[in-house]
């Protein structure tokens, strides 16, 4: 485990103690998930907010301008202090351990659904139930469509994959025949 990520958790522990103690736990995971996004898919903001030319200061103004009162005190206190320590580009992580922080200790979980067409908020939330009885804990799903898979899906819960596609059944009999030769 690197130091950075030590760090960031820390930093996520922190920041999902104070949204927790005022009641915005998942309101803050909304503005991260934003925030990261903005990050990670946006060339100009990444370059800006690495850029050695300006300032710590600058750019914590800039941040909190673009979310123009959107996001909460303690995000941009948050921000604030990333960036102001130069780990700016550790945001993503933020938000990866801030959700499984958050999780924990609310006992939820998220599933990535991936399917060959895409399913129904029905099913979705009939899948969520089932997975929700195995893991004990609420299952927050997002799909994810793979023509690859051919038919059935895989459910990512955590570490572990639950196999169902056709692609997966196909793949696990032709090593069974391949061993039985």
Same mark, same amino acid.
């Given at each position: 485990?690197?130091?950075?990520?030590?760090?960031?958790?820390?930093?996520?522990?922190?920041?999902?103690?104070?949204?927790?103690?005022?009641?915005?736990?998942?309101?803050?995971?909304?503005?991260?998930?934003?925030? #990261?996004? #903005?990050?990670?898919?946006?060339?100009?903001?990444?370059?800006?907010?690495? #850029?050695?030319?300006?300032?710590?200061?600058?750019?914590?103004?800039?941040?909190?301008?673009?979310?123009?009162?959107?996001?909460?005190?303690?995000?941009?206190? +948050?921000?604030?202090?990333?960036?102001?320590?130069?780990?700016?580009?550790?945001?993503?992580?933020?938000?990866?351990?801030?959700?499984?922080?958050?999780?924990?200790?609310?006992?939820?979980?998220?599933?990535?659904?991936?399917?060959?067409?895409?399913?129904?908020?029905?099913?979705?939330?009939?899948?969520?139930?089932?997975?929700?009885?195995?893991?004990?804990? +609420?299952?927050?799903?997002?799909?994810?469509?793979?023509?690859?898979?051919?038919?059935?899906? +895989?459910?990512?819960?955590?570490?572990?994959?639950?196999?169902?596609?056709?692609?997966?059944?196909?793949?696990?009999?032709?090593?069974?025949?391949?061993?039985?030769?």
């Amino acid at each position: 485990m690197s130091l950075g990520s030590v760090a960031i958790k820390r930093y996520a522990k922190a920041l999902f103690e104070l949204a927790q103690e005022q009641g915005i736990a998942a309101e803050v995971e909304g503005e991260l998930a934003a925030i #990261a996004e #903005a990050v990670e898919n946006t060339p100009e903001i990444r370059s800006f907010l690495t #850029a050695p030319g300006i300032s710590a200061d600058r750019k914590v103004e800039a941040i909190a301008a673009a979310l123009g009162g959107q996001a909460s005190q303690i995000v941009l206190n +948050t921000m604030g202090l990333l960036i102001q320590r130069g780990r700016q580009t550790e945001i993503p992580g933020l938000l990866e351990a801030y959700r499984r922080i958050a999780g924990e200790a609310l006992k939820r979980v998220d599933a990535i659904v991936t399917s060959a067409q895409p399913l129904g908020e029905e099913e979705l939330k009939k899948l969520a139930a089932r997975f929700g009885e195995l893991t004990g804990k +609420t299952v927050r799903v997002k799909n994810v469509v793979d023509p690859s898979l051919l038919g059935g899906l +895989t459910v990512r819960v955590g570490d572990t994959l639950y196999d169902g596609s056709l692609r997966g059944k196909l793949d696990r009999l032709s090593k069974q025949l391949q061993t039985s030769v």
